[in-house]
């Protein structure tokens, strides 16, 4: 277990935030997790990942508990499938490329994806068509108030659209130590119709695409629309698409004939929140060093020395100019600290 005092994050977090943390722990194992778990610190605990996900908006007077647990473990391996046991520590990027070379399927989709397994639970992370769910069985969590580790199947998680019970009822009780997951060694599912995935393959002349094809398809596009965090400041999509009933939708339509929109698995309409931003004119808006992405409107980022508190200004401003033209209420899909 390493720990620091006042310790900067600026380099643990992809907006690139200078604040600090009263203490910084690195936790590389489960004995590190219950050792620092068992401490008595006197402040409040703070747990972090690939911190690509959030917003540092002040000084940490807390104890920021860094997950750097790894492993990959298999647990069955039967003629079509395999099961994976993850340690939270691992980046998931580097995990998708792992399964692609043993030839496993599942993950191809959700390639590039900036962050750690352990977090990879908590909203559920999605892209192109699949989210974590659809390959999850379950995962190790230890409660922070008792120490105490537990297993939690898929239902337990209760996930939803970049949402699942640790952003609800056990939002700062947990700690995510493992997952594992359910991923094809054959017959695998390929899917290309989200997005531009298919368009890209045809480009490429590749007519029966292999989990590799999808997954360098999908880097190429993440590539060419994503603003990268080692360049630019950023944590992906800022907000979450908006989710409307059939009749604010209908109301909406009438106003906006153009509007893009896909049905959501709750049986409401989901709205791209890029295109909304987009069309109150602020794709390219700056002040001082934060601006909405010029490229891609629901990317807020940091041009270099904003400050947590400037995008987070940035991202009210664009929520009060998406309510007055369209009357929706953009919620932040990044954890706002
Ligand atoms: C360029 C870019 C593109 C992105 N594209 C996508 C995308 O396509 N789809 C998508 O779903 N997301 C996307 N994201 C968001 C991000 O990649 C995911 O949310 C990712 O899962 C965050 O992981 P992290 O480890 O960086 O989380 P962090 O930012 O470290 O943490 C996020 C939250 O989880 C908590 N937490 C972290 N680790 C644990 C743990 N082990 N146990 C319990 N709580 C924990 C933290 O306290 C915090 O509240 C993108 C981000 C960027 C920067």
């Not at 020395?305 to 953009?330: D, P, S, T, Y």
Request: net charge neutral; proline share 4%; aromatic share 8%.
């Amino acid at each position: 277990m390493i720990i620091h005092q006042n310790y900067s994050l600026k380099k643990l977090n992809t907006f690139g935030i200078d604040v600090r943390a009263s203490f910084y722990v690195r936790i590389d194992s489960i004995a590190d997790l219950q050792k620092a778990l068992e401490k008595d610190w006197e402040l409040p605990l703070m747990i972090l990942g690939g911190g690509s996900n959030m917003l540092l908006t002040h000084n940490l007077e807390r104890v920021v508990l860094h997950i750097c647990i790894k492993g990959i473990e298999q647990l069955k391996l039967a003629e079509d499938k395999v099961q994976l046991r993850v340690a939270a520590g691992e980046n998931w990027h580097e995990l998708v490329l792992y399964c692609l070379e043993k030839g496993y399927g599942g993950l191809e989709n959700l390639s590039l994806i900036p962050g750690n397994v352990g977090t990879a639970p908590i909203q559920n992370i999605g892209a192109y068509g699949v989210e974590l769910r659809d390959v999850f069985l379950g995962c190790q969590v230890v409660s922070i108030k008792e120490g105490s580790s537990e297993y939690m199947d898929k239902a337990a998680c209760q996930f939803g659209y970049r949402d699942s019970v640790f952003k609800r009822e056990l939002k700062g009780k947990v700690i995510i130590t493992s997952i594992d997951i359910e991923l094809t060694t054959r017959d695998h599912f390929i899917k290309t119709t989200y997005g531009d995935i298919a368009s890209r393959l045809k480009e490429a002349g590749i007519e029966k695409p292999s989990i590799s094809d999808v997954s360098e398809a999908v880097i190429a596009i993440r590539q060419a629309k994503l603003p990268d965090p080692a360049q630019i400041g950023n944590s992906g999509s800022f907000f979450k698409n908006p989710e409307l009933p059939r009749d604010q939708f209908d109301r909406l339509q009438q106003r906006f004939p153009d509007i893009p929109h896909y049905p959501a698995p709750s049986g409401r309409i989901k709205v791209p929140a890029g295109w909304l931003i987009d069309q109150c004119g602020l794709k390219g808006f700056r002040r001082g060093d934060a601006g909405v992405h010029q490229k891609q409107a629901l990317v807020l980022v940091n041009y270099g020395e904003a400050n947590g508190k400037e995008i987070l200004n940035l991202a009210k401003h664009v929520q009060e100019e998406v309510m007055i033209r369209f009357g929706i209420q953009l919620t932040p899909e990044v954890n706002i600290l």
